[in-house]
T-cell receptor, first 110, second 112 residues
Framework: GESVGLHLPTLSVQEGDNSIINCAYS??????FIWYKQESGKGPQFIID?????DKRQGQRVTVLLNKTVKHLSLQIAATQPGDSAVYFC?????????FGPGTRLSVLP | DGGITQSPKYLFRKEGQNVTLSCEQN?????MYWYRQDPGQGLRLIYY???????QKGDIAEGYSVSREKKESFPLTVTSAQKNPTAFYLC???????????FGQGTRLTVV
C-alpha cells in the first residue's frame, strides 16, 4: 500500500532564515506530490504541487524538490516569517485519492 | 463565495449515540472526502466519493457511514460502533484532473 512519512515532527527556525521540511513516500506510482499548510483549528490549505515528471518547482517564497530515486520530497520556505508557523503536510496523489504524511510543525522564533 | 462548509464546528456526543457531521460544497466538485485527524498522525481517509450515489471505504471506515445523494453534500455519520470517535474531522472536495483539495474548517467531535 501507499504510505507517506516525514523526517521530523517539529522544526524551529529563526525568523528570516530558510526552512526545509522533508517527506518520504513509498509508492512510485504516483502522479502528483503536494504540500499543504494547516493553521491551528483550521483545515489544510494548498501551497504548491509538483508533477512526477519534474524535480523542482518554485512558487512565491516556496520551492518544492522531488527526488524520485530516493522517493523524497522537500519544501523549502525562504525568509521564514511568523505567519509561516503552522503544520505542514506532504501528500501524494494516487489517481483521485490523496495520501497524507503525519505533518511537521514549524515554529518561527523571533 | 465558493467553498466547502462543515458544521457544526464543535460537537459533543454521549457514548452510544450516533451523530452526523455535515459537509456542503458549492464548488461543483465531483469528488468528496472525509478525513480523521488525531494529534501526530496526520490525516487518515475514512470515506470518499467520486460521483453521486457512489462512495468507497477509506483506510479507517469501521464505525462510520456516509451518503452521497447530492453532488453538493457528503454527510458523515459516526456510529456507536466507532470505539474512539473523539477527533478532528475534515471534509474535502476536489475535481478530476486537479491536485488541489479544498478543505472545510473541520468539526471537532468529543465524546462525553
Amino acid at each position: 500500500g501507499e504510505s507517506v512519512g516525514l523526517h521530523l515532527p517539529t522544526l524551529s527556525v529563526q525568523e528570516g532564515d530558510n526552512s526545509i521540511i522533508n517527506c518520504a513516500y513509498s509508492n512510485s506510482a504516483s502522479d502528483y506530490f503536494i504540500w499543504y499548510k494547516q493553521e491551528s483549528g483550521k483545515g489544510p490549505q494548498f501551497i504548491i504541487d509538483i508533477r512526477s515528471n519534474m524535480d523542482k518547482r518554485q512558487g512565491q517564497r516556496v520551492t518544492v524538490l522531488l527526488n524520485k530515486t530516493v522517493k523524497h520530497l522537500s519544501l523549502q520556505i525562504a525568509a521564514t516569517q511568523p505567519g509561516d508557523s503552522a503544520v505542514y503536510f506532504c501528500a501524494v496523489l494516487y489517481g483521485q485519492n490523496f495520501v497524507f504524511g503525519p505533518g511537521t510543525r514549524l515554529s518561527v522564533l523571533p | 463565495d465558493g467553498g466547502i462548509t462543515q458544521s457544526p464546528k464543535y460537537l459533543f456526543r454521549k457514548e452510544g449515540q450516533n451523530v452526523t457531521l455535515s459537509c456542503e460544497q458549492n464548488l461543483n466538485h465531483d469528488a468528496m472526502y472525509w478525513y480523521r485527524q488525531d494529534p501526530g498522525q496526520g490525516l487518515r481517509l475514512i470515506y470518499y466519493s467520486q460521483i453521486v450515489n457512489d462512495f468507497q471505504k477509506g483506510d479507517i471506515a469501521e464505525g462510520y457511514s456516509v451518503s452521497r445523494e447530492k453532488k453538493e453534500s457528503f454527510p458523515l455519520t459516526v456510529t456507536s460502533a466507532q470505539k474512539n470517535p473523539t477527533a478532528f474531522y475534515l471534509c474535502a472536495s476536489s475535481t478530476q484532473g486537479r491536485t488541489e483539495a479544498f478543505f472545510g474548517q473541520g468539526t471537532r467531535l468529543t465524546v462525553v
